[in-house]
């Protein structure tokens, strides 16, 4: 979260998550269009589960200079326009150079004014706000979204080098995707992921009526275009449970988190099955209250959860026909027990 990133401009976090593999010797690769794939096997063959988070969060892509202090750029990402007022302070990338947001000069294109001349000439523009925090069991920063996300793939695999297997696991790191999930659109129709994979969305999703940040790690059935695969969610509902039991501390919760359309649509429309995992977001896409642009929030409790059920369902992914399986034995379990008092007072 040290790194700012904009659609197309995510290859500082992309460096650091290079050397954060390097360092603790997870194989990557990179892709042809620049996505990061980290994978995994121990043991014998298993069913290939797929975490997925993007790298680039909502910024300012550069269009050309104006002057040598005085931009012109394009806002991409899912911002209203009510937050893009005069005077609000930006930094320059590369080099983090002070600036200010000037006047309108179109459709979410705006005049960037620089405090100074830069040293590097400058290619996109972020917010200036903290880059990584953590306060009151929260992370803070200007983007938890989706680098919280990114961060639990890591976090995860790095847990699973140390358990046994036999487990097959895949992080798909991809950029572009607050202009169109367009990392993961090439990733999924250049079937650069295992057939009979199981992808697994991450995000961070705007805190709507149902879940709530601190209760743990959400379920996420769908978004605002897709509702995802029935037997994958159902698979993640019974490992979550299951991990519950063993560990009272762990939580989780489920919701149809309809802030947003996720990359877990596109992985499902090119015949993936899909599930989706998500924690509760603050300040979504840094808008806050009141028109102001703050940093985005999470709870940490909820971020570690879903690190735990990541770990859980590439473990369990072997048994995945067996533990969808439960709900049909529960039901006719349920439907012997009735069959008699039914025909009696029928």
Request: hydrophobic share 45%; proline share 5%.
């Amino acid at each position: 979260m040290r790194h700012p990133a904009a659609p197309y401009h995510e290859h500082a976090v992309r460096t650091e998550i290079e050397s954060i593999c390097d360092t603790a010797g997870l194989p990557f690769r990179r892709d042809p269009f620049g996505n990061v794939l980290v994978e995994l096997k121990k043991g014998r063959r298993a069913r290939p589960v797929v975490l997925a988070a993007h790298l680039d969060h909502p910024g300012f892509e550069i269009l050309r200079a104006l002057s040598p202090r005085r931009w012109l750029a394009r806002f991409c990402g899912g911002v209203p326009d009510n937050y893009f007022r005069s005077g609000i302070a930006l930094r320059l990338c590369p080099g983090g150079t002070s600036a200010r947001l000037s006047r309108r000069a179109g459709e979410r294109t705006f005049e960037v004014t620089a405090d100074r001349p830069p040293k590097s000439i400058p290619q996109f523009a972020v917010w200036d706000l903290e880059d990584f925090a953590t306060r009151r069991g929260r992370i803070h920063g200007r983007a938890c979204d989706d680098l919280v996300g990114a961060a639990a793939v890591l976090a995860a695999i790095l847990e699973l080098r140390r358990a046994p297997g036999p487990f097959h696991v895949i992080g798909a790191l991809s950029r572009a995707e607050e202009v169109g999930f367009h990392g993961a659109l090439a990733i999924a129709a250049t079937k650069s992921l295992p057939a009979d994979a199981l992808v697994i969305s991450l995000e961070t999703s705007r805190e709507l009526p149902g879940v709530k940040m601190g209760n743990g790690v959400i379920l996420r059935v769908g978004d605002r275009t897709s509702i995802f695969d029935s037997a994958a969610m159902r698979f993640l509902a019974e490992v979550a449970a299951d991990l519950k039991a063993r560990r009272p501390g762990f939580g989780f919760q489920r919701g149809l988190m309809s802030g947003g359309t996720c990359e877990a649509t596109a992985y499902q429309e090119y015949g993936l099955q899909t599930a989706g995992v998500c924690v509760a977001l603050g300040n979504y896409h840094n808008c806050a209250a009141r028109n102001r642009i703050a940093a985005e929030f999470v709870s940490l409790r909820d971020a570690c959860a879903m690190v735990d059920l990541l770990v859980a369902a590439v473990r369990s992914a072997r048994s995945f026909d067996s533990i969808v399986a439960r709900l049909p034995a529960r039901l006719d379990a349920l439907w012997r027990q009735a069959r008699q008092r039914l025909r009696q007072t029928a």
